[in-house]
């Protein structure tokens, strides 16, 4: 059990790890603002998801796992907003350089 | 993390110091400056971590004496930060100046 | 072990990395994300410091509040960013400045490596008086009772820098609201936001401020998220910022100074000397004074950010 869990935690976190590279590398490579949002704002979301979700086993108490979720529930809720602010500001000021 | 290995984190606060310094000395926008000065500040506040990591002893991780008095820092130097940007901006408001260079180096004043 | 160490050592190359872009980036915009980038990164180093408290505060204030106080200057500034650039010193003021930076940090360095062995250190001082106080929480413990003087004069520093900035006010719109005013959009995202954290963001500050008597937390960091939920809400424009000449403004701004004050010189009759918390009663007196300062920081950060009054009450 305890063996299924710790590959539950490994590859959970190892596909956390590597949404958020592939964000990190849409960031720097992609052309423009908004493709760069759509780049950062969903692989960040998955990987941090999938990293709490590979972490939950791993936690001393409920209330514990229950912050991990609160931590993910509103990183999600941060970064849609900080997103939609940025497009929006991208748009309003014409097109990006 | 041993207690020895805190001494990377000291060489790294000393990095941020030097940095932070030059930064202080080099950028001429007002602004910058008080960013580098923040920099110096971290850099001052990380050796305090430091010196309290060392101070470890019966089950604290650290010597709290440091650790409050880098709270309190933090506090105090996010009011000098505030009360500075405020300047600044004032500054630029009443005499149009870009930089703390005197007027007659600079941009002339715009009133 | 080892893991442990490449953590440590990719996380002190990645502060120096982004703290020397930030010095040299050439958009002050850039400078100010930046240095919100360093301030959470600082946080990690003080999480491996083991200083969960400095960390709290460091992500709040380090990283949250000063980006945005200087996220705001750098709006208001940036028509002056390119006048300033041209006068970036000569080749030899930046040798000199390299050198003299250089040297400052092989000093610190040098005394880094030759810290006295073993290491002073108060904890077990800490540790054998922090029953008294019946607190968990050392770093509590040493603000709120071992060095309650320095706190006590802490808050004033923050009222004292309020009051600076707020001298900065031109003379016609003294007691005036501070900020501009911000355009409420019924249907906008940020006016969703500032509906639905803030109620999230309080419950979240009154539970930091509760375990910081046992637990990382206290008052600086519960106040900076109260701060920051004000803060929210008025960028939104779900509510203005209060004019300065309010009295209920003033009195709460000094609230936990009063209280923390009143509750030190009860300390002379009742517990012989000043800001000494009677026996078996220093847990409570210790979280009323929490719970008053946090209101009180919290208004004077929020305040600090918004700057001297620019309009009209």
Not at chain 1, 67 to 79: D, E, P, S, T
Not at chain 2, 91 to 103: F, I, Q, R, S, V
Request: charged letters at 10%; glycine letters at 10%; proline letters at 6%.
């Amino acid at each position: 059990m305890s063996l299924l869990l710790d590959l539950w935690t490994i590859v959970a976190v190892t596909a956390g790890v590597f949404f958020f590279l592939a964000g990190t590398v849409g960031l720097l490579r992609f052309p423009d603002t908004l493709t760069r949002l759509h780049a950062l704002t969903k692989a960040d979301n998955l990987g941090l998801g999938l990293v709490v979700l590979g972490l939950l086993p791993r936690v001393g108490s409920p209330l514990a796992g229950l912050k991990l979720i609160c931590v993910w529930l509103l990183v999600l809720l941060a970064g849609a907003t900080a997103s939609q602010l940025i497009a929006r500001a991208v748009r309003r000021s014409g097109p990006p350089v | 993390m041993s207690v020895a290995e805190s001494t990377f984190y000291g060489l790294c606060a000393a990095a941020l110091v030097g940095i932070g310094l030059y930064g202080l000395i080099v950028n001429p926008q007002p602004l910058r400056k008080i960013l580098s000065f923040n920099l110096v500040g971290s850099g001052v506040f990380l050796i305090f971590g430091v010196v309290a990591r060392r101070g470890a002893a019966l089950g604290m991780g650290g010597d709290p004496v440091p650790q409050a008095l880098v709270i309190t820092g933090i506090v105090v130097a996010f009011s000098a930060t505030a009360l500075a940007v405020a300047l600044v901006v004032r500054l630029h408001e009443t005499t149009g100046a870009a930089t703390l260079m005197p007027a007659d180096a600079g941009e002339p004043p715009t009133p | 072990m080892n893991m442990a160490l490449l953590f440590d050592g990719s996380l002190i190359v990645l502060i120096l990395a982004v703290a020397v872009w930030t010095m040299a980036v050439r958009n002050s915009f850039a400078a100010v994300i930046g240095y919100a980038t360093y301030g959470l990164l600082l946080a990690l180093a003080w999480v491996r410091l083991a200083a969960v408290d400095a960390a709290l505060t460091e992500a709040a204030i380090g990283g949250g509040l000063t980006s945005v106080l200087l996220i705001r200057a750098v709006v208001r500034l940036r028509s002056s960013e390119s006048a300033a650039r041209a006068e970036t010193p000569g080749r030899v003021s930046r040798l000199l400045a390299a050198v003299l930076a250089g040297s400052v940090t092989a000093a610190l360095a040098l005394v880094v490596l030759t810290l006295p062995e073993p290491a002073p250190t108060l904890a077990p001082q800490v540790a054998a008086n922090i029953a008294s106080t019946s607190l968990g929480n050392a770093v509590t413990g040493v603000l709120l009772s071992f060095r309650a003087i320095d706190t006590l004069l802490e808050a004033v520093v923050l009222v004292f820098a309020l009051i600076a900035v707020w001298t900065l006010t031109p003379d016609p719109l003294w007691g005036g609201r501070p900020g501009p005013r911000y355009e409420l959009d019924e249907n906008g995202m940020l006016a969703y936001l500032a509906r639905l954290l803030p109620p999230l963001g309080i419950v979240v500050a009154v539970y930091v401020l509760w375990v910081g008597a046992d637990l990382p937390g206290g008052k600086f960091q519960a106040g900076t998220l109260l701060a920051a939920m004000w803060l929210l809400a008025i960028m939104a424009g779900l509510v203005e910022a209060p004019p300065i000449s309010q009295r209920w403004l003033r009195g709460a701004l000094v609230l936990g100074t009063v209280v923390f004050l009143a509750i030190g010189f009860a300390g002379v009759p009742l517990a012989g000397a000043f800001l000494a918390y009677p026996e078996g009663h220093a847990k409570p007196l210790i979280i009323a004074i929490e719970a008053a300062s946090m209101l009180s920081i919290a208004l004077t950060l929020g305040l600090l950010v918004l700057g001297p009054p620019e309009r009209g009450a």
